[in-house]
């Protein structure tokens, strides 16, 4: 994945800050700054809406739980790490099942 996004990243600069949440890498202990900085300025309520964004447009798609879980992987540890585990609306934190 790294590689597809380094030829997309290098294509289309701007589309590394557009899916930065989306494609934030979950093994990662910390973003490059200034992804850090969007994780950051994010306040609760805003970053509780972005993960029910992304999941309702993305991960629920999904029929199998595995690959809904994978979609919101990264995202969910990066907000978790900033927020605590009670980011997570309870209805995303059951259709995912453990993240």
């Known amino acids: 994945m790294e590689e597809v996004c380094a030829e997309l990243f290098a294509v289309k600069p701007q589309a590394r800050l557009d899916l930065a949440f989306l494609l934030a890498p979950a093994d ?8 850090e900085a969007m994780f ?3 306040e609760e309520d805003r970053a509780r809406k972005l ?3 992304i999941y309702n447009i ?3 798609r999904f029929q199998r ?11 969910v540890t990066h907000m978790r790490r900033r927020f605590g585990d009670a980011i997570v609306p309870e209805a995303i934190a059951h259709a995912l099942g453990r993240v």
């Open 28 to 35: 990662a202990p910390r973003l490059p700054d200034d992804i």
């Open 40 to 42: 950051a300025h994010l």
């Open 51 to 53: 993960l029910a964004y």
């Open 58 to 60: 993305f991960a629920r």
């Open 65 to 75: 739980r595995k690959h809904r879980r994978n979609v919101m992987r990264g995202l």
